[in-house]
């Protein structure tokens, strides 16, 4: 695909489709995403155990996966203060 000038040594894409892939991809590495192909994104959450979560008041909002968690796996999330599993809201342990 061209590419536009807008400002001399500043490249821009040429078209909204070009552009679109270019913000895609940008989102995708700074996110460490992975992308199989270019209709499908997934997302891997950071895994931790009980005993390695990180602090819940550091990671306000945060989403991770806790491998050994004891109602099983689960998704977690951080509400500011504790990590609450993703299902019901109790708070890992």
């Known amino acids: 695909m061209g590419r536009a000038f807008i400002h001399p040594g500043i490249l821009m894409p040429s078209s909204f489709h ?5 913000a895609w991809a940008t989102l995708v590495e700074a996110f460490g995403l ?7 994104l997934q997302f891997q959450a950071p895994t931790y155990t009980v005993s390695t979560l990180p602090d819940a008041a550091t990671h306000p909002r945060g989403l991770i996966y806790v491998s050994d968690e004891a109602g099983g796996a689960t998704l977690a999330f951080s509400d500011g203060s504790v990590f609450r599993r993703v299902q019901d809201r109790a708070q890992v342990s």
């Open 18 to 22: 070009e552009m679109r892939r270019v």
């Open 34 to 40: 992975s992308v199989s192909d270019a209709a499908t």
